[in-house]
Protein backbone atom coordinates (compact mmCIF):
# COMPACT_ATOMS: atom_id res chain seq x y z
CA UNK A 1 0.00 0.00 0.00
CA UNK A 2 1.27 3.25 -0.86
CA UNK A 3 0.68 6.31 1.29
CA UNK A 4 0.50 9.93 0.16
CA UNK A 5 3.17 12.46 0.05
CA UNK A 6 2.00 15.53 2.07
CA UNK A 7 1.76 18.23 0.38
CA UNK A 8 4.48 20.72 0.60
CA UNK A 9 3.70 24.50 -0.09
CA UNK A 10 6.24 27.78 0.49
CA UNK A 11 5.16 29.98 3.67
CA UNK A 12 3.88 32.51 1.42
CA UNK A 13 1.60 30.62 -0.20
CA UNK A 14 0.39 28.84 2.60
CA UNK A 15 -0.40 32.82 4.37
CA UNK A 16 -2.40 33.22 1.05
CA UNK A 17 -4.06 29.80 1.81
CA UNK A 18 -5.14 30.38 5.17
CA UNK A 19 -6.22 33.90 4.57
CA UNK A 20 -8.48 33.58 1.38
CA UNK A 21 -9.95 29.94 3.55
CA UNK A 22 -10.64 32.18 6.90
CA UNK A 23 -12.10 35.19 5.02
CA UNK A 24 -9.58 37.65 6.05
CA UNK A 25 -8.27 38.94 2.83
CA UNK A 26 -7.54 42.49 3.50
CA UNK A 27 -10.16 44.73 1.86
CA UNK A 28 -8.08 47.77 1.19
CA UNK A 29 -5.11 48.12 -0.78
CA UNK A 30 -4.24 51.64 -1.19
CA UNK A 31 -0.97 52.82 -1.76
CA UNK A 32 1.24 55.51 0.08
CA UNK A 33 3.75 56.81 -0.98
CA UNK A 34 6.65 58.44 1.12
CA UNK A 35 9.31 60.67 0.56
CA UNK A 36 11.76 63.18 2.28
CA UNK A 37 12.48 67.03 2.07
CA UNK A 38 15.66 67.06 0.23
CA UNK A 39 19.09 68.17 1.82
CA UNK A 40 16.75 68.09 5.16
CA UNK A 41 18.50 68.21 8.85
CA UNK A 42 16.10 66.61 10.91
CA UNK A 43 15.57 67.91 14.43
CA UNK A 44 16.43 64.77 15.79
CA UNK A 45 15.97 61.26 13.38
CA UNK A 46 18.25 59.40 15.17
CA UNK A 47 21.95 59.99 17.13
CA UNK A 48 24.27 58.39 14.08
CA UNK A 49 23.46 58.25 10.25
CA UNK A 50 22.99 54.49 10.29
CA UNK A 51 20.28 55.47 12.88
CA UNK A 52 18.34 58.17 11.17
CA UNK A 53 18.48 55.50 8.04
CA UNK A 54 17.22 52.69 10.17
CA UNK A 55 14.35 55.36 11.61
CA UNK A 56 13.24 56.84 8.31
CA UNK A 57 12.59 53.37 7.06
CA UNK A 58 10.87 52.11 9.57
CA UNK A 59 8.61 55.29 9.40
CA UNK A 60 8.35 54.94 5.62
CA UNK A 61 7.31 51.02 5.86
CA UNK A 62 4.79 52.05 8.93
CA UNK A 63 2.94 54.23 6.53
CA UNK A 64 2.92 52.17 3.52
CA UNK A 65 1.60 49.45 5.93
CA UNK A 66 -1.68 51.69 7.04
CA UNK A 67 -2.24 52.38 3.78
CA UNK A 68 -2.60 48.66 3.02
CA UNK A 69 -4.64 48.09 5.44
CA UNK A 70 -6.83 51.65 5.87
CA UNK A 71 -7.34 53.03 1.78
CA UNK A 72 -9.36 51.60 -0.95
CA UNK A 73 -7.29 50.38 -3.93
CA UNK A 74 -7.84 53.47 -6.14
CA UNK A 75 -6.35 56.00 -3.03
CA UNK A 76 -2.96 56.98 -3.29
CA UNK A 77 -1.88 59.12 -0.51
CA UNK A 78 1.49 61.01 -1.09
CA UNK A 79 3.71 61.74 1.94
CA UNK A 80 6.70 64.29 1.87
CA UNK A 81 8.56 64.22 5.50
CA UNK A 82 9.92 67.68 6.15
CA UNK A 83 11.19 66.97 9.41
CA UNK A 84 11.15 64.57 12.47
CA UNK A 85 11.79 64.51 16.44
CA UNK A 86 11.42 61.63 18.11
CA UNK A 87 10.46 61.13 21.64
CA UNK A 88 12.62 61.70 24.32
CA UNK A 89 16.06 62.48 24.23
CA UNK A 90 19.48 60.76 23.16
CA UNK A 91 22.18 60.52 26.05
CA UNK A 92 25.80 58.99 25.95
CA UNK A 93 24.93 55.06 26.79
CA UNK A 94 27.33 52.73 27.33
CA UNK A 95 29.51 50.40 24.27
CA UNK A 96 28.86 53.24 21.71
CA UNK A 97 25.12 53.11 21.91
CA UNK A 98 23.30 56.36 22.61
CA UNK A 99 20.13 55.72 24.68
CA UNK A 100 16.64 57.33 24.16
CA UNK A 101 15.04 58.80 27.39
CA UNK A 102 12.16 59.66 28.14
CA UNK A 103 10.79 62.09 30.44
CA UNK A 104 7.74 63.49 29.76
CA UNK A 105 8.24 66.91 29.12
CA UNK A 106 9.50 69.04 25.81
CA UNK A 107 10.13 65.75 24.60
CA UNK A 108 7.30 64.78 22.58
CA UNK A 109 7.46 63.38 19.47
CA UNK A 110 6.74 65.18 16.52
CA UNK A 111 6.88 65.29 12.94
CA UNK A 112 5.94 67.91 9.96
CA UNK A 113 4.69 66.34 6.87
CA UNK A 114 2.95 67.82 3.45
CA UNK A 115 0.03 64.98 1.67
CA UNK A 116 -1.95 64.65 -0.77
CA UNK A 117 -4.43 62.37 -0.94
CA UNK A 118 -6.12 61.16 -4.87
CA UNK A 119 -8.50 59.14 -6.14
CA UNK A 120 -7.89 57.92 -9.71
CA UNK A 121 -6.00 61.10 -10.52
CA UNK A 122 -7.80 63.69 -8.69
CA UNK A 123 -6.72 65.30 -5.30
CA UNK A 124 -9.02 64.68 -2.94
CA UNK A 125 -7.26 66.55 0.25
CA UNK A 126 -4.01 68.12 0.66
CA UNK A 127 -2.25 69.85 3.62
CA UNK A 128 1.03 70.27 5.67
CA UNK A 129 1.16 69.47 9.59
CA UNK A 130 2.86 68.93 12.13
CA UNK A 131 1.58 65.89 13.58
CA UNK A 132 2.34 65.50 17.56
CA UNK A 133 1.47 63.53 20.79
CA UNK A 134 2.17 65.55 23.87
CA UNK A 135 1.09 62.84 26.19
CA UNK A 136 2.97 60.01 24.46
CA UNK A 137 3.76 58.63 27.67
CA UNK A 138 0.57 57.96 28.94
CA UNK A 139 0.06 55.28 26.08
CA UNK A 140 3.22 53.22 27.53
CA UNK A 141 1.54 49.72 27.09
CA UNK A 142 0.42 50.80 23.38
CA UNK A 143 3.84 52.22 22.75
CA UNK A 144 6.21 49.35 23.60
CA UNK A 145 3.78 46.92 21.87
CA UNK A 146 4.89 48.77 18.85
CA UNK A 147 8.31 48.36 19.37
CA UNK A 148 10.93 50.51 18.26
CA UNK A 149 9.44 54.32 17.47
CA UNK A 150 6.51 53.11 19.37
CA UNK A 151 5.66 56.74 20.33
CA UNK A 152 5.86 57.77 16.70
CA UNK A 153 4.03 54.68 15.22
CA UNK A 154 0.68 55.12 17.50
CA UNK A 155 0.96 58.96 16.73
CA UNK A 156 1.13 57.92 13.23
CA UNK A 157 -1.43 55.65 13.44
CA UNK A 158 -4.13 58.36 14.95
CA UNK A 159 -3.02 61.22 12.73
CA UNK A 160 -3.86 58.84 9.77
CA UNK A 161 -6.98 57.09 10.93
CA UNK A 162 -8.42 60.50 11.86
CA UNK A 163 -7.53 62.22 8.21
CA UNK A 164 -8.01 59.64 5.92
CA UNK A 165 -10.75 56.66 7.83
CA UNK A 166 -13.10 58.30 9.95
CA UNK A 167 -14.00 61.47 7.65
CA UNK A 168 -15.89 60.99 5.13
CA UNK A 169 -14.02 62.03 1.70
Do not use: C
Not at 18 to 24: I, Q, S, V
Not at 96 to 123: K, M
Amino acid sequence: MRLARPLLLSRPALALGLTLALGTGAAHAGTVNVSYAPNTQFTDAGATPWDRDANLHQLQAHLQALGQRYLPADRTLSIEVLDVDLAGDTRPGMRLRDVRVARGGADWPRITLRYTLQANGQALRSGEEAVSDMNYLRHLSDNYSQGSLGPEKRMLDEWFKQRFVTSAD
